[in-house]
């Protein structure tokens, strides 16, 4: 079998990455079989340590990030996708990052990891759409946690945070950004754009 293939979604909120990394995932399992996708996506973990104890951590993960619309610190996304990448990860299983990482310290701490696991086929993939359509498409999408002030403050964080990742993937990291159009109102056509960039699909 070929060196297991290796993903990373980043973008806005209203991007649409979470559902082009669920589009991979199909994707990937229908050609390599059930079970060879190891899909991670920080913000599932950090909603069940709100919803499933009470404890100081998800007190505060449930104040200061979901109900502010907020990033979480750096130490807990690291936490989130690094406990799962420590538990399930093998030789042969493609991995999906999903929304992560979201500061230039992850984004290196997550290169640590690839080459850790000796993990060389990375595909860092920005999905990209401007600040103006994420904030129409969070409001369109009308979720209880899409208000006002949390849109904003999750369009404020991109700019102060997840920008800078995605500089470093452009300039420094030894896995070069994949910038896709994330603005067409087709998800198909997105996803069949990935698969080009990515070498997996021909014409």
Known sequence: MNKPLNFIFIGRSGSGKGTQAELLKKYLEKKFGAGSVLYVYTGDKLRKIVG??????????????MKAGAKAPDF???????????EEIDEKKHL?????PRTIMEARIIDEAFLFYGRKKVFPVLVDISREEAARRMKKRGRPD????RIENRLVYYERHVRPA?????KESRNKLIQIDG???DPELIH????KAVGLKVN
């Open 52 to 65: 499933q104890k009470d404890s100081l951590t998800s007190r505060l993960v449930d104040k200061k990030v």
């Open 76 to 86: 807990l996304a690291v936490w989130a996708w690094g406990g799962r990448l420590v």
């Open 96 to 100: 999906i990052v999903d929304g992560s």
């Open 146 to 149: 899409d208000t006002a002030e």
């Open 166 to 170: 995605v500089n470093y993937y452009k």
């Open 183 to 185: 603005n067409p109102l």
């Open 192 to 195: 069949q754009n990935i698969l």
